[in-house]
Structure formats: C-alpha cells, structure tokens
C-alpha cells in the first residue's frame, strides 16, 4: 500500500504521488500542517465563545453515551471559517478531489469531553450524504485535531482502502446510521484497523466512502476536533437539503489565521437545527 504520510512545510503541494496515495488509500495524514499558535487561535473559539452552549447537541451511541457536536453550513468569518477558506486546506482539498472547483459542505466540533464522549459507529460519509442528493461520492473531509488524539480517548479508526468497497448499506442504530456490520468485519479481513493518533495541528484528509469508527472516550483527557466537508461543484446535490447546495468559496491567505481577532462572531454560519437532519437522531439537551 503506497505510504500515505507527510510532514507539512510552506511549500507543501499536493503532487502526483500524494494524489496517487489518496486514490490508493482513500486517505493522507499531513503532520503538524498548522502551527501552535494557528491551533491557539482555534481554541480561542472553541474554548472561549458560546457557539457549544447555542448550537451543540448530542448524538446518542447506544451505549449509554453521547458524541457532542456543533454543525454550521457557511465558513463566516470567524477564526474557525477562517481555517475552512485558508489557501492549504482549500487546495490541498481541492487537488486531491481532481482538481475541480470545490465548496464548503459543512462543517463540524466534535466534543467527546473525558470519561462521557461517546463513540461514533461505523460508517462511511458517503452512507449520510447519498441521501442528500449528491449524485456520486465525489466529497472528502478534513479531520484537525485540537487536543492528542489517541487510543485512549477515542481516537479515529479507519479501513485504509476501503473506499474502493463502493457505499456499502447502512441502519439506524440509536442516534446514528451505522454500516452493515457483517460486511465491515468482512472488509476488515482484507483491510485492517489503523488507529489514527493524531497531534494538535495534525490533519487527516479522507474520501467520503472511507469506513471509520472512534470509541468513545474513556479517559481523563477530552478529545475536541475541527471537521470541514467540502463537495465538488459538478457535484452539486440534486435537492436541496440540511447542507448547502454550491456556493461559491472565498479563498484566504494562510496568514489570516493568525491575523484573524474574530472569536465570537458567527454571522453567516448558518447553525445546524439538528430537527431538520433526517438522517439523525440527535439529543438537543446535550
């Protein structure tokens, strides 16, 4: 299996073999892609401003837990939108898609808090956002996490190549929508387990058909993320949904991370009612 790791620096592209290491695995990790204080900054809104207390609910696990989340559709111009439109995730994102305009699908915080966050079943994106119109899996995520994230605490699982398997059939099971279990344990016997451990300012890219899990965390230590989903706009969903339809993205310089002093206002972002997902059972009271 092509090596599917790289170590970010200014100059990082996506070049013919990292794209061919996306296609292989249906995933790259790029390490330390941003910086202490750029990560700081992200913190400055998670921590700090009362986007979780305002917009956060949670997805039941079936096993007594929960997995926090906040969802928005549109960047905005906070520090976290900031992140989404910044040169690096957006072409980077964009050349391992094929190189076709994309835009900002959504995005997502993800709280599991020590001892109480809950897991978040097997699954593909894919098993989600084929019901939202998107014609063909042609989506990819960008996963940055805030604090370690590691076998302790609930880090990511994933299938290395297993978005090759095609959309595989999904149930729902409490909360969520978990993939066919039989075929998973199947898959796994040809692509085994790889436990993601990921640093602050670490980012995992991964095809929407890749299968993944994350236990739930068990542990002292939380485990917050930034998630952002962005879609190819020859893709655009055939009907309108929860998640936006094409709109255009407005790419930024990577230095206006660190410049940005927006933490608290979210104009524009458009929040996530999870009473309009049809595909979830959320807990508002989370």
């Known amino acids: ?28 990790m790029i390490r330390k892609m941003f910086d202490e204080e750029e990560i700081n900054q992200m913190k400055k809104v998670l921590e700090d401003s009362d986007m979780a207390q305002k917009y956060g609910y949670g997805l039941p696990d079936g096993q007594g837990k929960q997995a926090g989340l ?23 994102c964009q050349e391992l898609l094929g190189g076709g305009e994309i835009y900002h699908y959504h995005a997502k915080f993800v709280r599991k808090d020590a001892y109480t966050g809950g897991s978040f079943l097997w699954h593909q994106d894919y098993g989600y956002w084929y019901k939202n119109g998107n014609l063909f899996p042609d989506l990819l995520t960008i996963f940055i996490p805030v604090d370690i994230s ?37 898959i796994i016997e040809r692509h085994p387990i790889k436990h993601v451990e ?72 458009d929040f996530l009612d999870p009473s309009v997902d049809k595909t979830v059972k959320a807990d508002k009271g989370q």
């Not at 928005?72 to 910044?86: A, E, F, K, Q, Y």
């Not at 279990?181 to 199947?186: D, G, P, S």
């Not at 989903?229 to 709109?247: E, M």
């Open 150 to 186: 590691d076998q302790t605490n609930g880090c990511l699982q994933i299938l290395p190549g297993s978005h090759k398997c095609g959309r595989i059939d999904h149930f729902p099971v409490a909360g969520q929508n978990q993939c066919d279990l039989e075929r998973v344990k199947q």
């Open 198 to 269: 990921m640093d602050p300012g670490d980012a995992l890219i991964f095809h929407s058909n890749v299968i993944h899990t994350s236990a739930p965390n068990n542990s002292p230590n939380r485990r917050w993320a930034l998630l952002y989903s962005y879609n190819l706009r020859s893709n655009d969903p055939v009907f309108k949904h929860h998640h936006p339809n094409y709109t255009p993205l407005e790419k930024v310089p990577n230095s206006a991370i660190k410049e940005c002093r927006n933490y608290i206002d979210f104009t524009g972002k």
């Open 1 to 28: 299996m092509t090596e599917s790791e790289y170590t970010y620096t200014d100059s990082f592209k996506v070049t013919d073999d990292i794209k061919q290491a996306f296609d292989d695995n249906g995933y790259i």
């Open 70 to 92: 906040v969802i928005w559709s549109h960047p905005g111009d906070d520090v976290t939108g900031i992140v989404s439109r910044s040169e690096k995730v957006v072409d980077t």
